[in-house]
């Protein structure tokens, strides 16, 4: 059927020049004559089957995707909960001092801040830029990333200069009998 | 408005290069000259032919391209290869039979004659043509040809020992020679059996020095 057509293009069209070597008819020619065409026009040209095979394909990869999505919402649910880490005693840690420790990984570097007597922060300890560690500048208020003068405020991890513009994930706390316990990250804040 | 072919008359070469570097110049090329000027036989004479592509009816070079990467545009002009296509593999430069495409190697790009696309494709002559003072080179109509060269014949078929090609680029023969087609290949045979081409050659060589 194709090749019929691809024939009747040749004699009609007057954009077609090919003409074989042998000069035999088109339809007489080796099937890879055919799917290498010389020819622009006919180089470029979509064949109706081919271009239902290739939106058949494209609309099943979508599905495959969106059913990968609902997997992994599902794997990642049934990861439960962060974990519980304990970071180290509380009164190791002086006011006005910081500590880095790594949540919820052993690759996960993060910082614990001790702003004063009650107030105990806990960040991830890579800028959202590029993930350089930050540190804590506590005469301002606020963490500091050097690679690019980006600026967190302490208080809260959003953003306040530089090139970062998501805030830094923080991490929840929990002091029972001295010991500070990690106990996972605050849901994301608009 | 009668449709314009390219036709190359050889005898009419003064070996000027003024195609060359017209050729440079045009905006497809990227500044490299796609026109071969050609010695026929050095020692023998100055007499150079222009060889520009022939934009054959059946590309060789196209046919040989393992990359798929030459195509023909609808008007029947043999373009440059693709550049996401071409693997640079020279296959098309060894393949064409009138020797046209060139290995950019910088480029890793097969770049030829597309008769200056940019121009022919709206009714304007290559730039070779625009510049040939001797008019070796001429991109016209049928009729202005027949007027112009009233000795002359455009011949459009060529044969390589059992390949035959026909061109969308014309070559002036003589008339009275009453050729079907160009032989190329013949003069190749005529050399090896040193008939009577090969005195003609002698007899064209002692010409020479009489008129040095």
């Not at chain 1, 006919?42 to 494209?58: E, N």
């Not at chain 1, 001790?114 to 993930?131: I, V, W």
């Not at chain 2, 000259?33 to 934009?55: G, K, W």
Request: hydrophobic content about 35%.
């Amino acid at each position: 059927m194709i090749k019929k057509a691809f024939a009747m293009d040749i004699q009609h069209d007057p954009e077609l020049h090919t003409v074989p070597p042998d000069r035999g008819a088109m339809d007489q020619q080796p099937k890879w004559r055919r799917d290498f065409p010389i020819d622009a026009v006919q180089d470029a040209y979509v064949a109706r089957r081919d271009f239902t095979k290739y939106l058949g394909l494209t609309s099943l990869a979508f599905v495959v995707g969106q059913f990968w999505i609902a997997l992994q919402s599902r794997w990642r649910r049934a990861r439960g909960r962060a974990p519980i880490v304990a970071i180290g005693k509380l009164v190791d840690l002086p006011v006005g001092e910081a500590v880095s420790f790594h949540y919820p990984t052993e690759s996960d570097p993060a910082l614990l801040i001790r702003q004063d007597e009650t107030t105990l922060l806990a960040y991830s300890n890579q800028c959202t830029h590029l993930q350089c560690p930050v540190l804590p500048e506590f005469d301002s208020g606020r963490l500091h990333c050097p690679c690019h003068r980006g600026y967190f405020d302490m208080q809260t991890g959003r953003p306040l200069a530089g090139p970062p513009r998501r805030a830094l994930p923080r991490i929840t706390l929990k002091v029972q009998d001295g010991t500070i316990y990690a106990t996972g990250f605050e849901k994301e804040r608009a | 408005m009668d449709a314009k072919h390219f036709f190359i008359d050889p005898n009419r070469c003064i070996g000027c290069k003024s195609c060359v570097e017209a050729c440079s110049e045009c905006d497809t090329h990227k500044g490299h000259s796609m026109i071969h000027l050609e010695y026929v036989d050095r020692a023998a004479s100055p007499q150079t032919v222009p060889v520009v592509c022939m934009h054959c009816d059946t590309p060789t070079c196209a046919e040989v391209c393992p990359a798929d990467a030459i195509k023909r545009t609808g008007d029947g002009v043999v373009q440059t290869a693709r550049k996401p296509r071409c693997i640079a593999c020279n296959n098309c430069v060894l393949a064409c039979p009138f020797g046209v495409p060139k290995m950019n190697v910088g480029f890793e790009l097969m770049m030829k004659c597309d008769m200056c696309y940019d121009r022919t494709s709206v009714g304007k002559s290559p730039m070779c043509a625009t510049v040939c003072p001797s008019r070796a080179l001429h991109f016209g109509t049928w009729e202005e040809i027949e007027r112009l060269r009233p000795r002359s014949t455009p011949q459009n078929v060529f044969r390589f020992g059992r390949q035959e090609v026909r061109t969308k680029v014309y070559m002036m023969v003589p008339r009275d020679a009453g050729v079907e087609y160009v032989d190329v290949a013949a003069a190749l045979n005529a050399d090896d059996d040193s008939s009577a081409s090969t005195s003609v050659a002698q007899e064209d060589l002692m010409l020479l020095n009489i008129l040095q």
